[in-house]
């Protein structure tokens, strides 16, 4: 075992879960063990959130030397920091000592990491500089924080635990730095975070944000600014002149975005990747500006060296845990992460520009209210599929083929990863 996967948790009954994952139905939810068994919830945690890439942030979350958060990936703890070369680096939040954990808020800033327990001090970098009476022959150097693997997306934070990360993470680097670059997420601030506690399986969290069947029902909120054709819709028969007309919009306003220098086709590699990722720049209805009540930008000054506000919508989905939302004026960024079989955590986050001023550029309430509708709506959905997935009564129903594809290449891919990772 590498010491990157000490502290999760044993996973028993292996060949029962190699079991479901070979009778998963293909086009269907999943069978009830995977959203209700903690030894599912085990398996999910040691190999899909301990082997995969997890993003659990922004730069703008540290955007000083000595600056810091923290994040828990199951039982594991760990410690993101900004270091004196202006460095953003991840250690697991355990201190070298007794274990203590090094840092015990959710965000903070120091000169150097002290332990409470014994005042070990390391400095942002991990070095352990100074450990009072622990004799001679004692040597600082064999007594630095771990590392954990991280890397920085043009301002999107991903952490591996994993000694062998995913390679074709460079894939998602590389295709994506141009996307997002252009948003300049470096130089915007977090104007809010809300966390939110679903009494859910993280899977049915991600289910639910992989389509928009239930948008119109459900968001008359988000809805506003979207157009019925976004997020995986597809005619159910014959010619669909609203789908013709709006294939139409989008390959004129990629060709203007891209002229401008702005990436805008899709890229769909969700199932296909270890490092599933998908993306495309998508119009927003009535003014186009940014997912709010009136679809005009929520804060006036844009971001990055963006003139226009009407430069619809950045998408960028990741497996297994976040999406993502940027717009001329603000991005709004989510990270999912477990806690328990019906317990997920939603983190949310809306980021404006560095320079923006609360009550004259923008208000929190304007910038946040579309979202906070939208998540209130999904955690409930959440929450009443997880009552029903606990029935004995529940049988994995079929997706739809014309606005549920995508829900489909998550369920694939988690199968497709458990089955490689547990042999």
């Not at 150097?141 to 460079?170: M, Q, R, T, W, Y």
């Not at 997420?185 to 069947?213: F, H, P, S």
Request: proline letters at 6%.
């Amino acid at each position: 075992m590498g010491t990157r996967e000490i502290g999760f948790k044993s996973v028993e009954n292996t060949d029962k879960i190699r079991e479901l994952v070979a009778n998963r139905v293909p086009g269907h939810s999943l069978d009830a063990p995977f959203y209700t068994s903690q030894e599912i919830f085990d398996a999910d945690v040691k190999y899909i959130f301990g082997q995969h890439w997890i993003y659990v942030g922004v730069s703008p979350d540290v955007p000083e030397p000595g600056d810091y958060m923290t994040v828990n990936i199951g039982s594991q703890p760990v410690l993101i920091v900004r270091g004196d070369d202006n460095e953003i680096r991840a250690f697991h939040n355990v201190c070298r000592h007794r274990g203590a954990r090094v840092c015990n808020g959710a965000k903070g800033s120091t000169g150097n990491l002290v332990c409470p327990y014994h005042q070990w001090t390391y400095n942002t970098q991990g070095s352990l500089l100074f450990a009072e009476h622990m004799g001679e022959g004692f040597d600082l150097k064999h007594h630095s924080l771990k590392p954990v693997h991280l890397k920085n997306v043009a301002g999107l934070l991903f952490i591996c635990l994993s000694d062998n990360p995913p390679a074709d993470f460079e894939d998602l680097v590389n295709t994506m730095t141009p996307y997002i670059k252009p948003h300049q997420v470096e130089n915007t601030k977090v104007a809010a975070q809300i966390d939110i506690i679903e009494e859910g399986n993280w899977k049915l969290t991600m289910e639910n944000n992989r389509e928009c069947y239930h948008c119109t029902g459900n968001h008359p909120e988000l809805t506003i600014s979207l157009y019925a054709y976004s997020y995986g819709f597809a005619p159910s028969e014959g010619t669909d002149p609203g789908a013709e007309a709006y294939d139409k919009m989008i390959a004129q306003r990629h060709a203007e975005w891209e002229a401008m220098g702005l990436p805008s086709k899709e890229v769909e590699r969700l199932e296909s990747a270890i490092s599933g990722f998908r993306t495309q720049r998508m119009p927003l209805d009535k003014h186009g500006q940014a997912q709010t009540m009136t679809t005009e930008s929520a804060c006036k000054k844009l971001l990055g060296d963006f003139t226009d506000p009407a430069l619809g919508g950045l998408s960028f989905w990741t497996q297994p845990n976040s999406w993502h939302h940027f717009m001329a004026d603000h991005i709004v960024t989510f990270t999912v992460l477990p806690i328990s079989p019906d317990k997920t955590l939603v983190r949310t986050k809306w980021l404006v520009n560095k320079d923006a001023v609360e009550g004259v550029d923008y208000t929190v309430e304007n910038l946040t209210h579309v979202w906070n509708q939208t998540n209130a709506q999904d955690r409930f959905l959440v929450e009443e599929s997880q009552k029903g997935v606990n029935s004995p009564a529940y049988v994995p129903g079929p997706y739809s083929p014309y606005t549920e594809s995508l829900v489909e290449k998550f369920s694939a891919w988690y199968i497709g990863r458990l089955k490689a990772l547990l042999g």
